[in-house]
């Protein structure tokens, strides 16, 4: 069985080699639109299915006669009511610092391993407070160029990490994919297939 990873995402990849699998990276095309009245855990969940799916697609649509498992993951930042995706300019990177600053909020990843014998996913929330961000600090982030392509607008592995007070739940979820639930995924999706192939 061959391991991918249907990601663009470097901080995706560079946790995923800590799992010490070889894998290879696939990359579906997937639009994330989000659905009229669809809550955020139900649109994550889509997003990470929706991904690890087309590119189980791709794989078996490219010739090769391997078994494939495929991972897909999405992350969103909750605050509120609201979902906070990547900013669209600085305007909206400063809407969503607003609703972070001086706040806890939550950060969604869902993550789905899929085969040609089913799937298996789950979704990790982490809980994150912010300290009270001051104008000139967030000007100094968006200077830097960090936020423009995170959920939420802000890396926790990067410069942002001198905002966070408190964290409850996984980092690695935060960052974009938690070490220990896509492990346990992975393994189970295993047992499916070894169950399946001894009988």
């Given amino acids: 069985m061959q391991l991918l990873l249907a ?3 470097p901080r995706r990849q560079q946790l995923l080699q ?5 894998f290879e990276v696939i990359l579906p095309q997937v639009a994330e639109q989000r ?8 649109y ?16 078996q649509g490219s010739g090769h006669s391997a078994d494939y498992y495929v991972i897909g993951a999405d992350t969103i930042v909750v605050a509120g009511q609201q979902v906070l995706e990547k900013p669209q300019d600085f305007a909206d990177f400063c809407r969503m610092m607003e609703l972070l600053s001086g706040q806890v909020h939550e950060v969604m990843t869902a993550v789905a391993v899929v085969d040609e014998r ?7 929330t982490t809980e994150v407070s912010f300290k009270t961000l001051t104008e000139a600090e967030l000007a100094a982030y968006w200077a830097s160029g960090e936020p ?11 410069r942002a990490g001198k905002f966070v007070t408190q964290l409850r739940g996984s980092y690695s979820a935060v960052v974009g994919l938690p070490l220990y639930e896509t492990e346990q ?13 001894a009988q």
């Fill in 7 to 9: 990601s663009a995402s």
């Fill in 18 to 22: 800590l799992l010490e699998r070889p």
């Fill in 35 to 42: 659905q009229p009245n669809e809550v955020a855990s139900a």
């Fill in 44 to 59: 994550v969940q889509r997003l990470a299915l929706s991904k690890a799916q087309a590119g189980l697609g791709l794989a």
């Fill in 118 to 124: 089913g799937v298996s996913q789950l979704t990790v």
């Fill in 148 to 158: 423009h392509d995170k959920a939420g607008g802000y890396g926790i592995q990067g």
């Fill in 185 to 197: 995924l992975l393994l189970q999706r295993e047992q499916c297939y070894h169950k399946e192939s």
